[in-house]
């Protein structure tokens, strides 16, 4: 099977190449004989790259009360980007994001004007994209995350900033707010990141061990980027700062339970056992009675799950994507097996050809393995004959490894088309959940995406080659199974909806 594949990509590249030869030849005499050379040179770029790009601003209401989310996006063929961020009714607030915002954009089409410089055919992108963590005090933390990447550099950069907001009270509370200023408290918190990070497995061979102090001694702009919950106190590292790039940013995440203590009056959970009375007789004052209500209604949610068995058949489809992997699909397989769920892997041909061993176990084990085409081919670009070939070599190794039928598979990117379904028979699969694993390789951040957007018959992309997908995957399904999800493949899922 081998060889073959490997003949005819060297036929085809001779083809190729002579065909470049006589084209640049002819391109040359062509260029010579034209009276007016400038003139012929840069027509092609033009046509390429529209001088008018499209930007579009959307603003929409947000699931949270007071915030909208604004999102700009421009499809320009060089440099696109889309960019999300939170507005609110507090012009200050507001500020704050727009400044920012507008600053990275511009840095972006600084940059993308220089690069063009050099490589006229250089491209980028551009994507801000945010989360919104909440308090039950009221309080928001927004969690922006920029990313670029450029066609010239192969890794890019991801930074995350934080803003903070209560829209009612337009209040706004910095780290330093949060401690009251107590530089004893800082210490306090300084000793446990570092503690954290230096536990954190994932991070151990990744550690810059020089610079880890500076970045973690206590002063406040170490800790300025920061999130908190009712469960937890979020610190946000740049990458490159305490640990390798290959990382990306850093999260390390404080439980409540140990950092309250060290939090304004405002952020203190609702001790449960002592103060029962004091804290709801504080709500009262100055919340509404719906947010008592609310409160109550999860406490009733909270005790049934702990005593009844949970019968309300709730679905979830885990699905990785582009495995099977020497490293991690194992870790990923193990993990399932703990939590006694079954998934469903889309496989590359390609790696199943070269560990067919691995594809096998992950069958045996029970999950259904799927199709994602030989070499992760977007297919809407391919030609009817190629796209045929990415899809059925894959298929037919995949029974050959498994000995089982492949009945689905999933497009690489996603992308799809009409030409595309019309071509194959296997029903195309693809996810309404995206942890966006890849791109930010961060096991918390997998997770909280997770918590987020996981209902009844989701369908939950991963990715069984990221090391940071194993190591969040336990908490993940921990997490599932308490909220009563049940672990299917696509299929069973697609089958019984
Ligand atoms: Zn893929």
Do not use: C
Not at 181 to 191: E, F
Not at 478 to 484: A, F, I, M, P, V
């Amino acid at each position: 099977m081998k060889k073959p594949r490997h003949k005819t990509r060297s036929i085809w590249i001779d083809i190729i190449f002579s065909s470049t030869i006589i084209l640049l030849t002819v391109a040359a005499i062509l260029l010579t004989l034209s009276p007016n050379k400038n003139q012929t040179a840069s027509t092609p770029i033009e046509k390429e790259h529209p001088v008018v790009d499209s930007i579009e601003t959307e603003v929409i209401d947000s699931n949270y009360p007071g915030i909208k989310i604004v999102t700009k996006t421009s499809n320009d063929k060089k440099a696109p980007f889309a960019i999300q961020y939170p507005q609110s009714t507090i012009d200050s607030f507001n500020e704050r994001v727009l400044n920012y915002v507008t600053n990275v954009q511009e840095e972006y089409m600084e940059t993308m004007k220089n690069k063009s410089l050099l490589d006229e055919n250089t491209k980028g992108e551009l994507n801000i994209s945010y989360e919104t963590l909440t308090h039950s005090s009221g309080n928001y933390s927004f969690v922006l995350v920029n990313n670029s990447n450029f066609s010239d550099s192969t890794k890019g950069t991801t930074e995350i900033r934080t803003f903070h907001l209560n829209p009612e009270t337009g209040d706004s509370y910095s780290i330093a707010d949060l401690l009251e200023g107590d530089i004893d408290r800082l210490r306090q918190l300084s000793a446990w990141v570092l503690a954290e990070i230096q536990t954190d497995e994932a991070l151990t061979k990744h550690l810059h061990l020089e610079q880890l102090e500076q970045y973690t001694e206590p002063n406040w702009g170490n800790f300025q980027y920061y999130a908190v919950t009712d469960d937890s106190l979020i610190f946000y590292f740049d990458e490159n700062t305490i640990a390798d790039d290959s990382v990306g940013p850093i999260i390390i995440s404080l439980s409540m339970n140990k950092s309250a203590n060290l939090l304004l009056d405002t952020f203190k959970p609702k001790s449960v056992e002592s103060s029962k009375d004091d804290s709801s007789l504080e709500k009262e004052e100055d919340s509404t009675t719906e947010n008592t209500e609310s409160e109550d209604a999860i406490e009733v949610e909270d005790s049934e799950e702990s005593t009844e068995t949970i019968t309300d058949g709730k679905k979830v489809a885990l699905t990785f994507d582009d495995g099977p992997d020497p490293k991690v699909t194992r870790q990923i397989v193990e993990i399932l097996e703990k939590h006694n769920a079954k998934a469903t892997f889309f496989m590359l041909g390609s790696r199943v050809e070269y560990y067919p061993e691995i594809a096998k176990e992950v069958f045996d084990a029970g999950h259904e393995v799927a199709n994602h085409t030989w070499n992760h081919a977007d297919l809407t670009k391919l030609t009817p004959e190629r796209m045929a070939k990415e899809i059925n070599e894959t298929t037919a190794i995949i029974e050959q490894v498994t000995g089982a039928e492949v009945t689905a598979y999933r497009p690489p990117y996603g992308a799809v088309n009409e030409k595309v379904r019309k071509h194959l028979s296997l029903p195309t699969v693809l996810w309404d959940v995206d942890t966006r694993d890849w791109e930010h390789r961060n096991s918390q951040k997998m997770i909280q995406n997770i918590k987020q957007n996981t209902k009844d018959g989701s369908i939950i992309l991963m990715h069984d080659i990221h090391q940071s997908t194993a190591d969040g995957l336990d908490a993940a399904l921990t997490y599932l199974e308490s909220e009563g999800y049940q672990f299917v493949t696509v299929s069973e899922l697609l089958s019984n909806p």
